[in-house]
């Protein structure tokens, strides 16, 4: 073993010096050595050497116990480095702990700050870094839907394409199909025309796949929703502008323009006759799909590649709304919370680089502490540090490991997870990931206790995310959102059950995040009031919502004309 290795050469040196000193001991006290250990057995052999080479062995012997000894000063003083290192990386740990911290008091600053800009967002355009976009949704799917329909989903490493079968309260979903297919990496930075013409392509392909058991209602033609995950400004059901790329696209000429005008054209140039009947964002797709199963769905998530939060508000609220009020009196909101900021969230080195060397610098903050994207690279760039200021990895630094999103989340998580002794699977992500390999225990578990770190203030930071948007609609228990479902205006009213309808892959993948996101949320709520409030996985609900969309808002006359508050 690794720390016997200095005892075991000064044994050896002492063993070779004795050898020395016995050979120059009287006969009587060589018997007597003999009774000792076997290694002082050695003498014997010597005293039958010619003249003369008494001396060179003893010489020799001297010498050989002089290199063992040295050869002890230097793995002593390799240990001695290396539990300096080990002591510069646990300060570097504890430092980036620290840093990170997501005490309650903080959190409820953090949900402070967000119900403020909230308000601030919805008061004026541009009002607040929260972009607050009213949906047009005015109207949320009720079951009553039928007929058949189309959606697509965009908004991050792949693209899903779906029909649905509906059959109204009765059949409600007979039947329904989906495929998922990625998207090439190099049309994430082509034109917007290539990466919409690839996107109109595989639709078109799946569409001359429809096999029986789906059929349009009567006349109908074929109806599509849009699920366009980015933030997009929109100016109708079925049309909107994108205001930027995220999540790593920057699609050339696409920003500022209708992207259904983008999809249109696309489907049209490759022969498929379709109409996009709703344009919506995957938060707002993932709200409607919870909804049509569950009527105290008020709040929908997500939390994949990127993340996003939107909601049911009183129309009333929207003081930057210009159109008519909606019938129904409310509007869903799409917040847009990725690009929320507030100086009490926790920002440490490693994401102030992170967000320098992105797509996007300054833009996208809290997305940027709590999504899929990005929190493998946050241990990425803490590890990094790790490697340049104490050596963790040794000489020289891991070449792949200077190298952004080498380390992805399902990465992080997998070593999170890891519940073997020797934390294997960290030494085996750590070899995937980086080609390091012969780590030590404890350089496995600082590895280990940095992915928990990220893991938490992510959790943490999503859970207080929720517990704002709950507060500004009085559904939090404190009775002060100016939504008209909390008890704030009725508060003999016994309190009402909310569900906040959950989609992503980081979410339903990654255990330690959601344990944390909850003990948050329960945290901040109190122990009561949490009983009322339940995140739902509602797995991909924003593809189903935006059929179900398309459904409720078609033109055609299966459109569902009943008048559905949403609130
Ligand atoms: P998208 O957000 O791209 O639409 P998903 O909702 O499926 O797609 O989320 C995919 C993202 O979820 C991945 O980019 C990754 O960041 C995260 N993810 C997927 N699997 C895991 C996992 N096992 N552990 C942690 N994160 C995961
Ligand atoms: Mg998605």
Sequence with gaps: MRTNEPFALWTWGFKVFCTFVCVKKSPSQRHRQHKSPEWFSLPKMSQNLPKGMGKTVAGLAVAVAAVACAGAVVIVSRRIRERGQRAKCLAILDEFRNLCATPVSRLRQIVDAMVVEMHAGL??????????????VDVLPTGDEKGLYYALDLGGTNFRVLRVQLGGKEGRVIKQEYEEVSIPHKLMAASGQELFEFIAKELAHFVNREGDGFRPHGNQKRELGFTFSFPVNQTSINSGTLVQWTKGFTCDGVPGKNVVQFLEEAMEKVGLKMRVTALVNDTVGT???????????MVAIILGTGTNACYVERADTINKWNGLLPKSGTMVINTEWGNFWSSHLPKTYADEGLDAD????????FEKLVSGMYMGDIVRRVLLKMAQEAEIFGKPIPPKLMQPYTLSTPHMSKMHGDETRDLRNVAKVLKDAFNITNTSLTVRKIVYMI????????????????????????????????????????????PRRTVVAMDGGLYEHYAKFREYLQAAATELLGEEVSKNVVIELSKDGSGIGAALLAASHSPSPTRNTVDSTIA
């Design 287 to 297: 709200l409607a799909g919870g909804r049509y199963w569950n009527e105290d769905v």
């Design 358 to 365: 992105s797509v996007n610098p300054g833009e996208q903050g």
């Design 451 to 494: 992915c928990d770190v990220v893991c938490e203030r992510g959790g943490r930071l999503a859970g207080a995310g929720i517990v704002g948007i709950l507060k500004k609609i009085g559904r939090d228990g404190t009775g002060t959102g100016s939504g008209s479902w909390g008890q704030g205006k009725n508060i003999s009213c016994k």
């Design 123 to 136: 008061a004026t355009e541009g009002g607040s870094r929260l972009k607050m976009l009213p949906s047009f």
